[in-house]
C-alpha cells in the first residue's frame, strides 16, 4: 500500500515538473514575433548555445585523436570565454567584447578542426547543433527572459 501511495505521487511530481518545463515553450504566432525571439533567445543564451553545439561537436570528433588534441586546446579558450562575466575582455592591452573573442574563437577552432582533415564531421555536428539551436530560440518563450537587447 505504501509503495502505491509513494509510485503515485512520483508520477504526480513528474507531471508537475513537466507541465512546468512545458509553458516555457509555444509557436511563435507571427513571422515577427518568430525573428524578436530568435535573436532574443541567440542572446541570452550565446554561452549555453555554444557549449551544446561544442559538445556535439566533441561527441563527432571520438574516434579522431589528432581532433580531439586540438580540440581540446581550443577547448581552455572557449573556457575563459565562457568565463568571463565582464562585457570586455582584456588581450594585449585590446579591450575585447565577448561576443567578438567568441566569434573570433569559433571561427579559428572550426578552421583548425577542418584542417585535420575531418571536415565532414565537423560540417555534419555543427549543422546538427545549428538546427537544434534555431529550433529551441525558434519555440522559446521569452516572457520569463529579461535582457536588454542592443
Request: glycine share 4%; aromatic share 18%.
Amino acid at each position: 500500500m505504501a509503495s502505491t501511495s509513494w509510485n503515485a505521487m512520483a508520477l504526480s511530481l513528474a507531471e508537475d515538473q513537466d507541465a512546468h518545463l512545458l509553458e516555457f515553450f509555444n509557436c511563435p504566432s507571427t513571422f515577427g514575433e518568430a525573428i524578436m525571439r530568435v535573436k532574443h533567445n541567440l542572446y541570452y543564451f550565446r554561452f549555453s548555445y555554444s557549449i551544446v553545439i561544442l559538445f556535439i561537436l566533441f561527441t563527432s570528433l571520438l574516434w579522431n585523436p589528432l581532433a580531439i588534441v586540438v580540440f581540446t586546446i581550443f577547448f581552455f579558450g572557449w573556457l575563459v570565454g565562457y568565463c568571463c562575466n565582464d562585457d570586455l575582455i582584456d588581450l594585449i592591452n585590446c579591450n575585447v567584447d565577448c561576443r567578438g573573442f567568441l566569434a573570433v574563437l569559433w571561427v579559428l577552432t572550426l578552421f583548425a578542426l577542418i584542417s585535420t582533415g575531418f571536415w565532414l564531421n565537423v560540417l555534419v555536428s555543427t549543422s546538427i547543433g545549428f538546427v537544434l539551436v534555431g529550433i529551441h530560440a525558434l519555440f522559446r518563450s521569452t516572457d520569463d527572459l529579461y535582457v536588454e537587447l542592443q
